[in-house]
């Protein structure tokens, strides 16, 4: 056998392969004291089969939960670095089905986000909320996105003006965060809650162009965003709205396109408080007075 042959048979016996056809003596696994398994393979440089010793079960479920502790850490320092750019996230954490008035005219707005959490990670498809300020909208999606956080997704609730306000300081070179740091969030998020949606009332070329960065590549990226908006069923309807973006209107129409699109009818619950407070009467007795029931 010439010294190429020797160093390749040296090489495959290293390896754990048998020099020989016989099946060689058990190896016995030096943390649970159990035999390593065997089987036959093909020899690469002859028509024969030879013995190999496999790793121990033990060593392979060591080396899969090492490998999985770490995707785990990793996960939760890249969710927890996410959940830094939420907006007020303690109050956010607050926000919970379990302390959710679910009220009327909220019923459709509810079930989207119940179906939307039972499809994450199925369906590609965001929800467009909209309707009068104060109503819960806010409230709902942050108890959607908190059932997401429980279950080891990483999730960003941001109204829109704190957005804007964080992307445009960091044009200041003393600023903490970077503009790659909080678009890179905004689109590696698993759901980006983006509440307040379209509360400016005339957009800069720099806010069109940031808006058009995180939708379009969530869209790319086949990752949902979940709005909030104010707007009012006209207004929803309104060319003006859709022209807000682009003269094309090709931002909206992708919005709209991608995403489930609900009205919640409820009332505005702080105005509901305050003048059923002065009325002398429940809020419920308030609201359906001023619903015409």
């Not at 207004?235 to 003269?247: H, L």
Request: with cysteine.
């Amino acid at each position: 056998m010439d010294k190429v042959a020797k160093e390749m048979q040296n090489l495959l016996e290293n390896s754990g392969m048998s020099n020989s056809i016989n099946k060689p003596d058990p190896l016995i696994c030096e943390d649970c004291k159990e035999e390593r398994p065997m089987t036959q393979v093909k020899h690469p440089f002859k028509d024969e089969l030879r013995w190999v010793h496999c790793a121990c079960p033990c060593k392979i479920k060591q080396m899969e939960d090492f490998d999985r502790e770490q995707k785990t850490k990793e996960r939760r320092i890249r969710i927890n670095k996410i959940l830094r750019l939420s907006s007020s996230m303690e109050d956010i954490k607050a926000m919970t089905f379990q302390n959710y008035k679910r009220r009327k005219g909220s019923e459709n707005a509810h079930e989207e986000i119940a179906k939307a959490l039972r499809n994450f990670g199925d369906s590609k498809e965001g929800v467009f909320i909209f309707g009068e300020t104060g109503n819960g909208k806010s409230h709902l999606t942050a108890a959607g996105g908190n059932e997401l956080i429980k279950q080891g997704y990483a999730v960003i609730f941001i109204t829109e003006k704190d957005l804007f306000s964080r992307l445009l300081a960091t044009k200041n070179f003393k600023n903490e965060e970077s503009f790659h740091e909080i678009m890179g969030a905004c689109l590696d998020a698993d759901l980006l809650i983006w509440d307040d949606f379209l509360s400016s009332q005339r957009l800069s070329n720099d806010e069109k162009d940031w808006m058009f960065q995180i939708i379009n590549g969530r869209e790319r990226a086949n990752k949902p965003i979940w709005y909030t908006s104010n707007l009012t069923p006209a207004e929803f309807e309104s060319d003006a709205t859709a022209y807000k973006f682009d003269d094309k209107g090709r931002t909206w129409w992708r919005i709209i396109g991608n995403n489930n699109c609900v009205f919640n009818k409820a009332m505005n619950y702080r105005k509901s408080q305050a003048l059923a407070k002065a009325m002398g009467i429940s809020v419920e007795e308030y609201e359906r007075k001023a619903g015409g029931s």
